[in-house]
C-alpha cells in the first residue's frame, strides 16, 4: 500500500484546501465531489494544481486511503461496501445550519466520527483535520522544526492509521497530537473549546488538561 496515495470525497473549501497540502508535500492526491469530474477540474487545478479530479468511483477504488471532506449530511449518500477495510480519516463536523436538525450526528455524548464508525463497520476510521478552519490549514502550514508550528489533534481506534495519520499531519505541515480512542474526538468538535484550535502544542495541551 502507498501510504503517500490519498483520496478526497469533497472538493469544497476542506477538501481543496486538503487537496493542497497533501500535493505539496507529495502526495498522490485524488478529488471527488458529487458532480462530474469536469465540473470540478478547473476549480481544482487553479486551486490545488496537481491533485486529480475523479469521480467517487474512481476514487475509491484507487485509494486505500480516504479523506471525508464533505458536509456529514450528505455521507449517506456514500454508504456503500466500497469503504470495506480502507483508512477513512473523517474531517466532517455536524453543523446544524448546513445538514439540518434531522440529521443529527451530534448527540452532545459520543463523537460524530463514532457514528461515521458505526455507519463504515468495516473502515478504519480516524478524526482529523476536522477542528482547524481551512483558511488557518492553508496559512499555517510550516516545515518541521520550523518556529510556531501549530497542532492537528487526532483520534482514533486502528493503531496503523494512526501511524499514518501522525506522519500525515507532519508532512502537511502541523505537529500532531493524538488525544486517544474514537470517542475522544469530541473534543474537538463543535461545542468544544478546542473547536477552531490555531494552536502550537502547549497551548493546545493546556486547555486539554482542563477539559474533563
Ligand atoms: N470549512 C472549514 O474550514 C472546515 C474545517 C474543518 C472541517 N470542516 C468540515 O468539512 C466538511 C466540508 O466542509 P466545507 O467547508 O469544505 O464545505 P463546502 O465548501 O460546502 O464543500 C463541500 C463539498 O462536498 C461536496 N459534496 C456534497 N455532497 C457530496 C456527495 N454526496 N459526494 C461527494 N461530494 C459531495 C460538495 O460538492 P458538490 O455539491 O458539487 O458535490 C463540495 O465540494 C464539513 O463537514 C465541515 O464541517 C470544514
Given amino acids: 500500500m502507498n501510504d503517500k496515495k490519498i483520496g478526497i470525497i469533497g472538493a469544497g473549501k476542506l477538501g481543496l484546501t486538503l487537496a493542497q497540502l497533501g500535493v505539496q508535500a507529495g502526495y498522490e492526491v485524488m478529488i471527488a465531489s458529487s458532480r462530474a469530474p469536469e465540473a470540478i477540474a478547473l476549480t481544482v487545478d487553479v486551486l490545488a494544481p496537481g491533485a486529480l479530479a475523479v469521480d467517487t468511483a474512481t476514487l475509491l477504488s484507487a485509494n486505500e486511503t480516504v479523506i471525508l471532506a464533505l458536509p456529514l449530511s450528505k455521507f449517506s449518500h456514500l454508504l456503500d461496501d466500497s469503504f470495506s477495510h480502507k483508512l477513512v480519516i473523517d474531517a466532517m463536523n455536524y453543523w446544524w445550519e448546513v445538514d439540518g436538525q434531522e440529521n443529527n450526528f451530534s448527540d452532545g455524548a459520543s463523537s460524530s466520527s463514532e457514528k461515521v464508525q458505526q455507519l463504515l463497520p468495516d473502515a ?89
Wanted: no cysteine.
Fill in 124 to 212: 478504519r476510521v480516524i478524526k482529523a483535520f476536522n477542528h482547524m478552519g481551512y483558511h488557518d490549514l492553508a496559512d499555517e502550514a510550516r516545515a518541521k522544526g520550523e518556529a510556531k508550528r501549530k497542532v492537528i489533534a487526532f483520534a482514533g481506534n486502528d493503531e496503523a492509521g494512526i501511524a499514518q495519520v501522525t506522519t500525515m499531519i507532519e508532512d502537511f505541515g502541523f505537529d500532531p497530537l493524538f488525544l486517544g480512542p474514537l470517542a475522544e474526538g469530541i473534543k474537538l468538535e463543535p461545542g468544544s473549546e478546542l473547536f477552531g484550535a490555531n494552536l502550537e502544542k502547549a497551548a493546545f495541551v493546556s486547555i486539554l488538561q482542563k477539559m474533563k
